[in-house]
């Protein structure tokens, strides 16, 4: 099974400053059919079910705010939100789809500092 | 408007069984891969199991092999999860999500508890 291991697993930033979360693989995840890599990343708040945010390691889904964004390449890949907002503080979640079973990284959780 | 309702949660003893069921409405169904993914209290997210579109090819985790089964009625726009011989450690929300690899829309998720 493909381990993601995210980095860190918490951080607390100032509202306005770069939020900046690793996710690091155990194994390749590129999908030679779409020359992209199969990963996606969610956003949870308290009570909600996950959002996805990102997919294909940088496309932003529909109405997704332009202060997220994805990068990466190989193994590593990375979630950075720009200018965090109020509304940011939340858990975020890498997961891999380019093979079963499908598996996610344990969470990050962000605050406000 | 997309839409994913998750029911048939509850409580049940160990060993026993539920049902768990994803109503889906505002899309077109029958296309679509659907997911069933877990969070228990406190926990990050594990992937349970997967249903394509035409129902043939169907995943499991390791975790829920033999004792889950998921099946789908595209006539009926649902999705089913059978859970069998129930562990005190299959206690979570369960989300339904649909997917085209990454998940893309999920439920609000129904809560599972498996106590004696």
């Known amino acids: 099974d493909i381990v993601l291991t995210q980095s860190p697993d918490s951080l607390a930033v100032s509202l306005g400053e770069r939020a900046t979360i690793n996710c690091k693989s155990s194994?390749?995840?590129?999908?030679?059919?779409?020359?992209?890599?199969?990963l996606a990343w969610y956003q949870q708040k308290p009570g909600q079910p996950p959002k996805l945010l990102i997919y294909?390691?940088?496309t932003r889904d529909f109405g997704v705010p332009d202060r997220f964004s994805g990068s990466g390449s190989g193994t590593d890949f990375t979630l950075t939100i720009s200018s965090l907002q109020a509304e940011d503080v939340a858990l975020y979640y890498c997961?891999?789809?380019?093979?079963?079973?499908?598996?996610f990284g344990q969470g990050t959780k962000v605050e406000i500092k | 408007e997309m839409q994913l309702v998750e029911s048939g949660g509850g409580v049940a003893q160990p060993g026993g069984s539920l049902r768990l069921s994803c109503a889906a409405s505002?899309?077109?169904?029958?296309?679509?891969?659907l997911n069933w993914v877990r969070q228990a209290p406190g926990r990050g997210l594990e992937w349970v199991s997967y249903?394509?579109?035409?129902?043939?090819?169907?995943y499991y985790a390791d975790s829920v092999k033999g004792r889950f089964t998921v099946s789908r009625d595209n006539a009926k726009n649902s999705l089913i999860l059978q859970m069998n011989s129930l562990r005190v450690e299959d206690t979570a929300v369960y989300y339904c999500?649909?997917?085209?690899?990454?998940?893309?829309?999920w439920g609000q998720g129904t809560l599972v508890t498996v106590s004696s």
């Open positions: 249903i394509s579109g035409g129902s043939g090819k169907i």
């Open positions: 505002g899309f077109n169904f029958s296309p679509y891969g």
């Open positions: 294909w390691a940088s």
């Open positions: 997961q891999q789809y380019n093979s079963m079973p499908r598996t």
């Open positions: 194994q390749y995840i590129f999908d030679v059919s779409k020359n992209e890599n199969s």
């Open positions: 999500a649909t997917s085209t690899g990454h998940l893309d829309h």
